[in-house]
């Protein structure tokens, strides 16, 4: 985790889930790296997308994919601090899917129109950005329900 996200991930639990710039469509990832084995927390826009929610794995239009998406592809049982409708954070085990076309797309269209930035990160690369979609899986003894809880041990 980058010390850079640190005042946004804080700022995101103190207000229960609104970010400046990101409204409410802010949520936090709490993985594993896939090579250290170690815990790991990125906060990305995220967007309802159908009965779960969808990140744009786009570094800013650079010409590789951020190291969170290596790290769900390596382990895609996560959990994700999501906004509730209205106000608070719910935590909730997910099982990660990459999105394949023309889920994909569809995905996408939500994020260009979401924010002018992606547009901009898609004339400055020709990679096709991965989109991965989080959707709630069955509770089980690694996950925390508790806002602000580490819901992976370790995890900050």
């Not at 409410?24 to 090579?35: D, F, P, Y």
């Not at 390596?74 to 954070?89: M, Q, Y």
């Not at 989109?131 to 900050?156: K, L, M, N, S």
């Amino acid at each position: 985790m980058s010390n850079s996200i640190d005042p946004m991930i804080e700022e995101f639990r103190r207000t229960g889930g609104t970010v400046p710039r990101f409204g409410r469509n802010l949520v936090l990832m709490h993985g594993v790296g896939a090579r250290s084995g170690r815990p790991r927390t990125n906060a990305a826009r995220g967007i309802r997308f159908r009965v779960g929610w969808v990140v744009a794995a786009t570094a800013g239009g650079q010409s590789f994919d951020p190291a969170w998406a290596h790290n769900l592809r390596a382990h895609p049982d996560i959990t994700l601090e999501v906004p509730r409708p209205g106000s608070g954070i719910e935590t909730l085990p997910v099982r990660t899917t990459e999105l394949a076309e023309p889920d994909r797309s569809a995905a996408w269209q939500l994020f260009l129109a979401a924010s002018p930035n992606f547009a901009r990160f898609e004339m400055i690369t020709d990679r096709v950005f991965p989109i991965f979609y989080f959707t709630r899986r069955e509770q089980d003894e690694h996950w925390v329900g508790t806002p602000g809880a580490d819901p992976v041990p370790g995890c900050r």
